[in-house]
């Protein structure tokens, strides 16, 4: 009984009384006089927002064996999220005649796309478009014939 009646009075003393009337408070508001040695605290400062990393999937249009592991790797090593790697379909089936590599913006977000096709040094002229929904990839790397110069830059 003892402890159910304490449990009451903290309660109510929490919630139903001032600040300046709570219990077991000082008062710290004293100022620090001019010319002390005293570094004055500053608030702690809010933590930045998620930023949330581009997910990338890689598919092999060329035919070369391995080419999207190597796409994978000279992309996180430039700090992108490559979730996904394999071969280039159209209309249900493999196409391994890709001339030119290409950037898929799967959720129109084009600076995402722009950033991806720099890192690799891909012309921005190469980025398609297309506001896919349901994408679970915000960006997509097609590679074509062309991949040998790509991985040299």
């Known amino acids: 009984m003892t402890i159910i009646i304490l449990a009451f009075v903290a309660y109510y003393l929490y919630n139903?009384?001032?600040?300046?009337?709570?219990p077991g408070e000082?008062?710290?508001?004293?100022?620090i006089p001019s010319g002390s040695s005293e570094e004055t605290v500053e608030p702690p400062q809010t933590p930045a927002p998620f930023k949330h990393?581009?997910?990338?999937?890689?598919?092999?249009?060329?035919?070369?064996s391995g080419i999207a592991k190597?796409?994978?790797?000279?992309?996180?090593?430039k700090g992108f999220d490559v979730v996904n790697t394999e071969n280039y379909l159209e209309k249900g089936k493999v196409n391994w005649k890709v001339k030119n590599t290409?950037?898929?913006?799967?959720?129109?977000?084009?600076?995402?796309?722009k950033m991806v096709a720099k890192s690799l040094g891909i012309p921005l002229t190469n980025?398609?478009?297309?506001?896919?929904?349901?994408?679970?990839?915000?960006?997509?790397?097609?590679?074509?014939?062309?991949?040998?110069?790509?991985?040299?830059?």
């Open 26 to 31: 000082e008062d710290i508001s004293q100022e």
């Open 102 to 113: 290409f950037i898929i913006d799967q959720i129109g977000v084009s600076e995402q796309a």
């Open 70 to 77: 190597i796409f994978q790797s000279k992309l996180r090593e």
């Open 53 to 64: 990393k581009i997910q990338i999937e890689i598919l092999n249009g060329c035919g070369v």
């Open 127 to 153: 980025i398609e478009n297309r506001k896919n929904p349901g994408s679970i990839y915000d960006v997509s790397v097609v590679i074509g014939k062309d991949y040998k110069k790509l991985i040299s830059e």
């Open 16 to 22: 139903f009384t001032s600040p300046d009337e709570q």
